[in-house]
Structure formats: structure tokens, C-alpha cells
């Protein structure tokens, strides 16, 4: 990678927030990759690149939920260059295909000579994302030191077990079993987690089942307890449902991932009604109930836009033009880039006008 050099009075001026929606609290660089990297060594931090696309709906949450986080923001502004960078503009395009980030958002962690220490391929709430970036920078556990000691021979079963979860979190399951199941047989601290993510691994409910009432307090049961809410969703069965839902919410009532999964249910409910062409206006009005019962669930994530953007649009097959409006005006609010809302507020402002 190129390098060139820069007085040090832009780095101060250069080293601001980025403004956005969300009430961002990470102060990101606002300068090229090299630049950074110039920065990182002189005030020898590491460097914290967020690759996202515009189109992306995690990206969007990952800012609005982990970006606007406190106790995060600390760490990574103290301890961190941080970058934002589009992987479909500009120099964004090259970067992307150098780091060989393909999903997004991907957050890559590099020290100071831009060499990677690990990476994050996707969203985590703000508590598992803090702890990741800690393992790293704090740590020290990143895939080189894990993979050094694991082709040394060692049988630390912290070692194995952050091993695996790496190669299970770059998407190598098999190899990872190999190492849960090493560290499974063993007698320390790791072992009822490497049980989890063995069983969750083989979706293997039975034994899953097992696990949560043997491990009932270990973090992994609330994993296992949303395979199960997926699968009630998948039944069909409303009553069954029900229980299901209100069983996981009296164990995990702020979980994050258990409100977005329940949010998008009820959703879901209502996008199938909007979607069906031959559905009736007494359909359209009767399915704003589950849209109701999805927004506390979803408040907070970029995905309450969604609910708004539904009502829209049942609004507006209803003829509710007025309605429709408000509600995309408030999708809009949240996302204001995003191409659905944009062409939806260009469909009502034109049957206003006619």
C-alpha cells in the first residue's frame, strides 16, 4: 500500500466525527486508508475499517446500534483509528478487494502497520462487538497468535476453544468442530460452550435440548432458545407460537436478537397482506394490528423503518394517500438514501398531485 506523508496539523483537523442520523459517538477518520495508517503509527493505535454499501440494512443498524454505544466508542476512539468505508465508491472498491471483505458490514481490526488482527464478518450487539474488539486489542487473541499456538501443539483449551470460534465465524464449521470437540473433552471453563456450539453446529435439537436444561445459565441458551422460536414460526401453530414467544421473553426480555426475531414475525405477517394483490382493504386494515405489535420490538433498530414503509404502502393500496405519506416521511427519516423509500415517496407524492 502506498504512503504519503502529511504535516501533522491535518491529522488533528482530519481526526473528527463523521455526522449521521444516529447520533454517532465513534469518531471516525475523515481521510484516505493511508492517511490512517500515517496516524496509527505516529500515535501507535491499531485501526478499526468499517466496510458497509449503501444498500445494506445491517450497516445501517450496526451505526445505529453499536456505532452510537457509549462504552464502545470509548474504547475504539482510544484505542483505534476508525474508518468508514462505502466498498462500492471510490478507493472503497480497491480496499474491499485487498481486505477481502465480501458480505457486509464486515469490521476489520489491523495494528499499526495495517496488518489484520481479526475481523467481524457481519452485525453483533454492542456488548458482544466491545468484547470482540477487547479479545484483540487487549487480549491479544488474534488468529495469528491463536493459529501459532494451535500449529505449536497446544492443548490450552482457551486457546482451542478462540480458535474455533474464529474458524467458525469465518464460516470453516468443520474444521471448527474439530477443535470444539478437543476442547469439549476437556475439564475446564470452555467445555459447556464448546457443547453449545458443537450442538448448534449439527442443529442437533435434541441434544440442544439437553444442553439448556444441563447449562441453564450458560449465554449460549439464548442461541439455542432462538433456533427454537424460528422453528415455532415455521409451525404455523398460533397458539404454539404464543407460548413460545412469551416463555423466551420472560428469560430474555432486553435481548436484542430475541425482540428483532419477534418484530420481524409480527411483520412479516403484515408484508404478506401487503404483497398479495388480490387481498381486500378489510385484509389490508386488519393486518395494521401486527404492525403495531411489531414496532416496540423492532423501536430502537434501523429496522423500524421497515414497519413504517409497510404501513405506507398498506396505506396507500387503501387509497390513504395523506397516511401514506406520514409513514414513509418516517421510514425516510431513519434511511434516507435507501432506494425503496425514496421511489415509495415518489409514488405518493405523485398520486397526491393528481
Known amino acids: 500500500m502506498k504512503t504519503i506523508i502529511l504535516i501533522f496539523t491535518f491529522f488533528v483537523m482530519a481526526c473528527s466525527v463523521i455526522a449521521d442520523d444516529y447520533g454517532n459517538k465513534v469518531n471516525f477518520f475523515d481521510g484516505t486508508y493511508e492517511e490512517a495508517l500515517l496516524l496509527a503509527a505516529k500515535e501507535n493505535k491499531g485501526i478499526m475499517i468499517d466496510f458497509n454499501t449503501e444498500w445494506c440494512i445491517w450497516c445501517r443498524n450496526l451505526e445505529m446500534r453499536v456505532f452510537t454505544n457509549e462504552e464502545f466508542a470509548d474504547f475504539v476512539n482510544a484505542n483505534l483509528i476508525n474508518l468508514k468505508i462505502d466498498a462500492e465508491k471510490g478507493d472503497g472498491i480497491r480496499l474491499a478487494e485487498e481486505f477481502e471483505a465480501r458480505g457486509f458490514p464486515t469490521t476489520i481490526y489491523l495494528n499499526s502497520e495495517g496488518k489484520e488482527l481479526g475481523r467481524v464478518a457481519g452485525y453483533m450487539p454492542p456488548k458482544e462487538f466491545l468484547d470482540y474488539a477487547k479479545q484483540i486489542i487487549v487480549d491479544g487473541l488474534t488468529m495469528e497468535y491463536l493459529k501459532t499456538e494451535v500449529d505449536k501443539g497446544s492443548n490450552d483449551p482457551k486457546v482451542l476453544y478462540y480458535y474455533a470460534e474464529r474458524l467458525y465465524s469465518d464460516g470453516n464449521n468443520e474444521e471448527a468442530i474439530?477443535?470444539?470437540?478437543?476442547?469439549?473433552?476437556?475439564?475446564?471453563?470452555?467445555?459447556e460452550d464448546a457443547e453449545m456450539m458443537l450442538a448448534i453446529i449439527n442443529e442437533d435439537n435434541q441434544k440442544m435440548k439437553e444442553l439448556v436444561e444441563m447449562y441453564p445459565d450458560n449465554a449460549l441458551t439464548r442461541d439455542i432458545a432462538l433456533t427454537f422460536l424460528n422453528e415455532s414460526f415455521e409451525s404455523k401453530d398460533d397458539a404454539e407460537i404464543q407460548s413460545v414467544i412469551k416463555n423466551i421473553e420472560a428469560i430474555y426480555p432486553d435481548d436484542e436478537f430475541v425482540k428483532f426475531y419477534i418484530g420481524q414475525y409480527y411483520l412479516g405477517k403484515a408484508s404478506k397482506v401487503?404483497?398479495?394483490?388480490?387481498?381486500?382493504?378489510?385484509?389490508?386494515?386488519?393486518?395494521m394490528e401486527f404492525t403495531n405489535k411489531a414496532e416496540p420490538y423492532l423501536q430502537g433498530m434501523i429496522f423500524v423503518a421497515g414497519v413504517d414503509y409497510v404501513r405506507s404502502e398498506l396505506e396507500y393500496q387503501m387509497g390513504n394517500f395523506e397516511k401514506a405519506n406520514e409513514y414513509i416521511n418516517k421510514s425516510l427519516s431513519l434511511w434516507s438514501y435507501r432506494k425503496l423509500y425514496k421511489e415509495q415517496k415518489n409514488k405518493i407524492v405523485k398520486a397526491l398531485g393528481e
Open 178 to 191: 474439530q477443535f470444539y470437540k478437543k476442547v469439549s473433552e476437556t475439564d475446564s471453563d470452555y467445555r
Open 274 to 287: 401487503m404483497r398479495d394483490s388480490n387481498a381486500t382493504n378489510e385484509e389490508r386494515l386488519s393486518v
